[in-house]
T-cell receptor, first 113, second 112 residues
Framework: AQSVTQLDSQVPVFEEAPVELRCNYSSSVSVYLFWYVQYPNQGLQLLLKYLSGSTLVESINGFEAEFNKSQTSFHLRKPSVHISDTAEYFCAVSAQGAQKLVFGQGTRLTINP | EAQVTQNPRYLITVTGKKLTVTCSQNMNHEYMSWYRQDPGLGLRQIYYSMNVEVTDKGDVPEGYKVSRKEKRNFPLILESPSPNQTSLYFC???????????FGAGTRLSVL
């Protein structure tokens, strides 16, 4: 079985500051990894994914995440955040070949002006 | 536009009064699932369906039922709701062989 731990339930940062949202996973088999974002009063949207290939993946709005197999991590980073990045972020894992998606507890990112 | 549609978006009900939350997708996806989201717990899977007439329990199925009579629809049924089912519910779908789940906007349920 897979599990996901998001180490911070809340992360407050100032606008234009860098941010890192941490995600660690546990699995005995190879996995696919995802970050989903939930803006206030909305459903979840896929932010980025790692399926195979380059371990560094990027989104269209400046976020990036790096798959680190040895540390079983998939941390999300952005060098300079904006007010519009205020949201809850969920890390998720799926075993390769499996249907089930397992989510972490979520990290609420709050941007202060 | 490809989408997953849930109804209603908000619902307040009383203990024991049966209710159904509908979910429909227009992407011809085989796989559909229901999650509940609770503070500090993330999203937990309630039930999922691999295709028409094929459903199975997720991690927290107690108190819920589902059906999959048509490919596009996957309703969530609470036969006798209780206050501990107060939560935010999401329906999601995914195509066979795909790895991206598409989520509905959510249904906020309060059981008094």
């Amino acid at each position: 079985a897979q599990s996901v731990t998001q180490l911070d339930s809340q992360v407050p940062v100032f606008e234009e500051a860098p941010v890192e949202l941490r995600c660690n996973y546990s699995s005995s088999v190879s996995v696919y990894l995802f970050w989903y974002v939930q803006y206030p009063n909305q459903g979840l949207q896929l932010l980025l994914k790692y399926l195979s290939g380059s371990t560094l993946v990027e989104s269209i709005n400046g976020f990036e995440a790096e798959f680190n197999k040895s540390q079983t991590s998939f941390h999300l980073r952005k060098p300079s955040v904006h007010i519009s990045d205020t949201a809850e972020y969920f890390c998720a894992v799926s075993a390769q070949g499996a249907q089930k998606l397992v989510f972490g507890q979520g990290t609420r990112l709050t941007i202060n002006p | 536009e490809a989408q997953v549609t849930q109804n209603p978006r908000y619902l307040i009900t009383v203990t024991g009064k049966k209710l159904t939350v509908t979910c429909s997708q227009n992407m011809n996806h085989e796989y559909m699932s229901w999650y509940r989201q609770d503070p500090g717990l993330g999203l937990r899977q309630i039930y999922y369906s691999m295709n028409v007439e094929v459903t199975d329990k997720g991690d927290v199925p107690e108190g819920y039922k589902v059906s999959r009579k048509e490919k596009r629809n996957f309703p969530l049924i609470l036969e006798s709701p209780s206050p501990n089912q107060t939560s935010l519910y999401f329906c999601a779908s995914r195509g066979q062989g795909g790895w991206i789940q598409y989520f509905g906007a959510g249904t906020r349920l309060s059981v008094l």
